[in-house]
């Protein structure tokens, strides 16, 4: 089964991890101070479906015992998770300006579809280049 998680920082400085889909009217979602404790939460939350499942039907169905999450990052929570990216440098490799980046990140202001469309190539890109990389 695939999940795709929307992870988002909201205006209190936390994180939210949620999907739409559910797993048999089981509801998934996460919650944390970081990214990475939200994770944490949302794959417990997988878990526990799981076990609720099995409760109900005495086994765990075939198409729940694989299962794989796509998570889907606003920018604010991109940044927090690879926090060893450094921005200023970011956004010149991807050729935004560096105090728009830094709001982004921050989450004071927001990037449109075209700025964001250039953050994505300029992630794709930089992945492309490092699976490429050899030492």
Known sequence: ???TAIVEKGSDGLYAIYSEQEMNNHGLG???NSVEIAKADFMQSIEEAKLLIQA???KLPKEFTDIHVNFKFDIASFFNYFD???VSKFASYAGINESK???YKSGVAFAG???TQKLLAAIKRLGSELSAASL
């Open 84 to 86: 060893w990216i450094n």
């Open 101 to 103: 980046l830094r709001q």
């Open 30 to 32: 996460g919650f944390g």
């Open 113 to 115: 579809e075209r700025t």
């Open 56 to 58: 109900d039907q005495g």
């Open 1 to 3: 089964m695939k999940i």
